[in-house]
């Protein structure tokens, strides 16, 4: 008998889209943001950039390797925070983040899913320290 749930089906489906034909994917040539993490554990990365404008973002892109979930969690994102302050992504919880990729993909490869979300924040934080750096 087929227990596959269809609606969680079709999340996954969604996952392979984006994995295979990732969105935004390819690089800012002159970003304000440009951070590339990594998940130890594989090995797997993703640079994530972003063009800002009074706080907020004007296009997001990303580059990277590895598995299905980090990389269309990447691609995912990057649809999603066009338009969003700064402070409110650097805000983002994993909640938010899974309810971004719709699927739970339990607690081994929840690192894949958050991986993209951390190299963004990360990189905002640092922008954000280098812009008041410079304001001095
Ligand atoms: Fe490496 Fe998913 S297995 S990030």
């Known amino acids: 008998m087929d227990k596959t749930d269809p609606v969680e089906e079709l999340y996954r489906e969604e996952i392979m889209d984006h994995y295979?034909?990732?969105?935004?994917?390819?690089?800012?040539r002159d970003?304000?943001?440009?951070?590339?993490d990594y998940n130890p554990v594989c090995g797997d990365e993703i640079t994530m950039q972003l063009k800002m404008e009074n706080g907020t973002v004007k296009e997001a892109m990303f580059t990277g390797k590895g598995c299905a979930i980090s990389q269309a969690a990447a691609s995912m994102l990057t649809e999603e925070i066009g338009g969003k302050s700064a402070k409110g992504?650097?805000?983002?919880?994993q909640d938010e983040m899974l309810k971004i990729i719709r699927i739970n993909p339990g607690p081994v490869r929840i690192k894949c899913a958050m991986l993209a979300l951390r190299a963004v924040q990360k990189g905002i934080v640092q922008y954000e320290a280098n812009r008041v750096r410079e304001a001095k």
């Open 20 to 28: 295979q034909n990732p969105r935004n994917f390819g690089k800012i």
């Open 31 to 36: 970003a304000d943001v440009s951070y590339q």
């Open 89 to 93: 992504i650097v805000a983002m919880k």
